[in-house]
């Protein structure tokens, strides 16, 4: 797949964006950034109107371009996915390798959680039962460590998804 003038334009802005450096409510210039790219203005001129168009950037009169938002790669939110599939999947392995019990209570509670956030469509409701769920299988298994990886990556799930869909 050939890449174009206005993909390397769009990444590099995405790129500088998602490591901070041109953060919230700065203004980024397409002159700056064609300079610092060797190319001409009008492929910036394509990515920022797919930024616009996409939330990123927003055009504010006789200012310019302004960030708006944090670029999220699809990439991204792939691995953080993949990354809680696979704590799920070492913790209900720990539970079955080592013969762990859980508290019927706390399944009990975990399944109302689910079937209230699925029944009322509630978003925060549905990350709150992810949360109580990776807080009771860690217990169980008694892996703190894993434990604090897996909800800072529902943290960051929750914050893409949010950002995504309100």
């Known amino acids: 797949m050939t890449r174009t003038l206005t993909d390397l334009a769009y990444d590099y802005i995405a790129d500088e964006i998602m490591q901070h450096r041109f953060v919230q409510g700065s203004f980024i210039n397409e002159s700056d950034i064609a300079k610092h790219l060797n190319i001409s203005r009008t492929p910036v001129r394509g990515a920022f109107k797919k930024l616009t168009k996409e939330g990123i950037l927003e055009y504010v009169p006789n200012?310019?371009?302004r960030v708006t938002g944090q670029v999220v790669r699809h990439e991204s939110l792939v691995e953080l996915l993949?990354?809680?599939d696979f704590s799920l999947s070492y913790?209900?392995?720990s539970?079955?390798?080592?013969?762990v019990d859980i508290d019927k209570e706390d399944l009990d509670n975990l399944a109302s959680q689910f079937?209230?956030?699925h029944a009322s469509h509630?978003?925060?409701a549905l990350n709150e039962a992810l949360i109580t769920l990776?807080?009771?299988l860690s217990q169980a298994v008694g892996n703190s460590y894993i434990r604090d990886i897996t909800l800072n990556s529902l943290a960051e799930?929750?914050?893409i998804l949010k950002q995504k869909f309100d």
Do not use: P
């Open 157 to 159: 799930i929750y914050q």
């Open 91 to 93: 913790f209900f392995n």
């Open 95 to 99: 539970l079955s390798t080592f013969f």
């Open 134 to 136: 990776v807080t009771v």
């Open 63 to 65: 200012k310019g371009k």
């Open 115 to 117: 079937d209230y956030a």
């Open 122 to 124: 509630d978003f925060s």
């Open 82 to 84: 993949q990354f809680f």
